[in-house]
């Protein structure tokens, strides 16, 4: 089996990737760097964020998995101490593959071609001097005209980052569904938003239309860039799914539960 390694690059993410590597290459796993069939991210959720872009590609190829080297994530949930435990079940293919929905951007833009996105997490549009206006279509029909600081469109994965903080719904991560959510949206006498997320079905897509010739700035991701120039945004299910080791029973609301109930 080819491997590669992604890490946050700390002193203990560093140790904890050469430590990998030697046990793994004397299991007689290949380190691979371009065609891995599996990523081992050492570090965070971020860390894991910057594999998934690096191998978005071949998502079809390469499962990810993850160790935290800092507090419990969704993505990476492996412990520093469980390392020999991990590396002894990659040796053993000891491990099933569970599959979680993408979301799918695409750009449309005047005078240049559609450049098109995968999101782990989310995409977010933003005027960065301006109340953001954008029209917001469902299905190709009008739904509503959107003022406010900026629109979050999150994966079930997701659904636990920027979207909770923006007060979204936790959507499980098996769910073919992206979600959309506010922020800081302008209600009164004159202008209305729904106000509420919006959970769209694989089935459904939503874009969102510019009312002004203005510059936005976007991100995919950790991936941040400024667009102008632009006739649309397309978000939809991605046909492409993106594919995690999973070594052990480890269910989602427990996840939920220890990351923001717990008090261990």
């Keep these: 089996m080819r491997f590669s390694i992604q890490s946050r690059r700390d002193p203990q993410s560093n140790e904890l990737m050469e430590l990998a ?6 299991f007689g796993l290949i380190l691979d760097e371009e065609e891995p069939e599996i990523v081992i991210s050492i570090g965070g959720d971020g860390t894991l964020l910057h594999a998934f ?12 998995v993850g160790i935290h080297t800092g507090h419990l994530g969704f993505y990476a949930d492996w412990k520093p101490s469980e390392l020999e435990k991990l590396v002894l079940s990659i040796a053993k293919n000891e491990f099933n593959v569970v599959e ?4 799918e951007v695409q750009v449309h833009c005047h005078k240049s ?11 977010t549009i933003k005027s960065p001097d301006v109340t953001l206006v954008m029209d917001i279509e469902l299905n190709g029909n009008q739904f509503e005209r959107f003022r406010g600081d900026g629109l979050c469109v999150s994966t079930p994965s997701g659904s636990t980052a920027y979207n909770k903080a923006l007060g979204g719904a ?8 992206i ?9 009164n006498r004159v202008f209305r938003t729904v106000g509420s997320s919006l959970v769209l079905p694989a089935h459904h897509n939503c874009t969102l239309k510019p009312v002004k010739d203005q510059q936005f ?5 950790h991936k941040h860039f400024v667009q102008s120039d632009l006739k649309w945004i397309t978000f939809n299910v991605a046909s492409e799914k993106v594919r995690f080791a999973r070594f052990r029973p480890f269910p989602f609301w427990e996840r939920v539960h220890d990351s923001f109930v717990s008090n261990d």
Excluded: G
């Excluded at 936790?170 to 569904?177: E, S």
């Excluded at 979600?179 to 209600?187: D, G, H, V």
């Design 21 to 26: 590597k030697t046990y793994l290459t004397d």
């Design 53 to 64: 872009h690096r191998h978005a590609h071949r998502l079809d190829e390469v499962a990810f």
């Design 100 to 103: 979680y929905p993408l979301l």
């Design 113 to 123: 071609e559609t450049v098109r996105y995968l999101a782990l997490n989310e995409a």
């Design 170 to 177: 936790i959507i499980h991560p098996t769910l073919q569904a």
């Design 217 to 221: 700035t976007m991100t995919i991701d």
């Design 179 to 187: 979600q959309i959510t506010e922020m800081a949206s302008i209600n």
